[in-house]
């Protein structure tokens, strides 16, 4: 029989989509019917049913792939049938049942070639095709442009060069990138973290003279750290004193933890990630430097295991090495809160009536209001400012 | 370099070549004491007698086939017939003999024949005098074909032609006989075949033309540049062999073809080269090569009609628009 699934028109604007899941093996019994697919579009996700029953004989579009409409995505046939012939013969082109009726291209896409008079009636829609030259595909492709989203000059609406190098000079230019499994999951949690938790958020100036007199005694001993590892170590303290900024809530209970995980926020460039130094109240600065250093580094490289990228209890954001001053960072669920740490920068600061230099930084604390109301969360906060200004309290 | 009609340019170069190898001689029509109908061997008989400018009867299946013959026994003949029409009277000798003597001897025998004469449209010759039939000799291997457009690729190519050990096809224009340019005097100069000749450089369209059509496409191009488009334009000189990479590169650069002939469009030869541009470069391409030719009819007797049978430098304008979809 052989059956070539191909790639659902969802809508009359819909000329792509991308494949999310699979929900049968390639090689497995499929019922007409049964769900096969579930697929995205820029407007919407929906599961696709099997139109025929038979065996899934070859999935053509993996997970993530992005397919023009009408193209084929699979095919299903008898056991043991040879897809590629299926494929070669045409087979039937099927389209899922949930899709619309195939619309005219005139209603579709005015400028677009109607089909031609003499097509079956079984033809994919015409409407998804956009004619172009193959000098404008050329150029389109060189240029990293769709040609199908340039409005073509030429006879029936064909693409050409020119139209090509007109869409690159236009300054309103677009570009659609497919969302990658990690972006769609920091979307996924950022947006559920600002729906489900109430955030609120804390900010203070930190004195960092100690600090820095820290730093550089350590130094003189050979013993490299830096500002954010001091950070660490006085958050860690600091949790330990403060438990509820040290728990997780759900709907029946806030649960307090005795051991301290500080997560890390570390940029790369595919996104945001998070390693975790395990039991951070437990060590001391030069060990938390040392973890830190390498979990960033191997972090960069994407070479984490999960487990380090996993059962933090509080997190560090520090952006003061782009000269950000403060910010408001998002927290990290199910934790409770998050540190947000600016740039330290020398400033004028009034002492004992004496206008003195000194080095400051700015802390900027997210908790989630449902477990801490704000009092004990400045209490927390002008803690670990107490630690950071006086560090000898960490011995 | 001396200034020279295309004519001249023939006659001196056959002359020159007759002094420097004395197997050649031609034959042909009134070419003694008349010198050619286009005097293109005036007074060459005065130098070289005879015996080495001979006449023939009226009979081009007859004199052909001597010439052949003569090549074969070491003679180096130049055949000129009085109008390249009249090659279908010798077609097989030219297509069976010529054309393959050398293949089935087994390379044991060599045809170096040139065959030539003008053709073409200008002088209302009607239907069997103003043919351009070029096109024929380039189905059949083992011919080559050489089209001159201007006085110095007449003497180049016929130099070339007359050393050549292969039998020749060269195709002269009766229309361009009477044109003047600049010839080099060197008596070895030569063009090489198989290396088409840039006239005009453009980065718009690419107007591939021949003959007459070389002169057509070059007011074509000046026309267009006055509207700001920048037209290449190639002559290919010889059709056998055919240098097909300098039409390829320059349609990879311009996206843009145009081939115009005067030979039929019909299956001539713009229709080889617009294939062979289309097979080699094709994502270079933003609109199908546009083949112009002579109408399929028999050309008119009336001037007139000849024009309107054949491309006008207007159609090589409106084509060159039309592949730029500009109107």
Known sequence: MGEIIIMPKQGLQMTEGMISTWLIEEGQPVKEGEPLFEMETDKLAITIDATVSGTLLKILAEEGDIIPVADPIAVIGDPGEDYEAILAGGGTQALPAEAPAPVPAAEDAPSAAPAPSAAPAAAPPEAARVFASPRAKTRAAERGIDYRRVPGSGPLGMVVERDVLNAKAAAAEEHQIPISGMRRIIAQRMLESLNTLAQANHRLTVDMTAAVALRKQLQAADIKVSYNDIVIRCTAKALTEFPMMNSTMDEQFITTKDYVNIGMAVATDNGLLVPVIRNADLMTLPEIASVSKDLASRTKENKLSPDELSGGTFTISNLGMFDIESFTAIINKPEAGILAVGKMEKKPVVQDDEIVIRPLMQLSLTYDHRIVDGAPAALFLRRIKQLLEAPGLLI | ?327
Request: net charge negative; hydrophobic share 45%; glycine share 8%.
């Open chain 2, 1 to 327: 370099m001396s200034i020279k009609t295309y004519a001249m340019a023939i006659h001196d170069v056959m002359a020159e070549e007759m002094r420097r190898d004395k197997r050649v001689f031609i034959m042909g029509e009134d070419v003694e004491t008349l010198g050619g109908v286009f005097g293109c061997t005036r007074d060459l008989y005065k130098e070289f007698g005879t015996e080495r400018v001979r006449n023939t009867p009226i009979s081009e299946a007859g004199f052909v086939g001597a010439g052949i013959g003569a090549a074969c026994a070491g003679m180096r003949p130049i055949v000129e017939l009085m109008y390249m029409d009249f090659t279908f009277v010798a077609m097989d000798q030219l297509l069976n003999q010529a054309a393959k003597t050398r293949y089935i001897f087994g390379g044991n025998a060599r045809i170096p024949l040139v065959i030539r004469g003008q053709q073409g449209i200008g002088r209302g010759n009607a239907a069997t005098h103003s043919q351009s039939v070029e096109t024929f000799f380039m189905h059949i291997p083992g011919l080559k074909v050489a089209c001159p457009s201007t006085p110095a690729d007449a003497a180049g190519l016929l130099r070339t032609a007359i050393r050549d050990d292969n039998p020749v096809m060269f195709f002269e224009h009766k229309a361009l006989y009477a044109g003047k340019g600049e010839v080099p005097d060197d008596p070895d100069f030569t063009i090489p075949f198989g290396k088409a000749d840039v006239k005009r450089e453009g980065t718009d369209v690419t107007i591939v033309a021949n003959l007459l059509y070389v002169g057509r496409a070059l007011e074509a191009a000046d026309e267009l540049a006055k509207e700001g488009i920048s037209a290449e334009v190639i002559d290919p000189r010889t059709l056998v062999p055919l240098d097909m990479s300098t039409i390829t590169e320059s349609v990879k650069k311009t996206g843009r073809l145009v081939v115009v002939h005067e030979a039929h469009r019909n299956a001539g030869w713009g229709a080889e080269i617009a294939s062979q541009v289309t097979e080699e470069a094709f994502p270079y391409l933003d609109a199908a090569p546009l083949r112009l030719g002579t109408a399929a009819c028999p050309l008119p007797f009336n001037l007139e009609l000849e024009n309107a049978a054949t491309p006008q430098v207007a159609d090589i304008i409106k084509a060159a628009k039309t592949v730029l979809y500009r109107e």
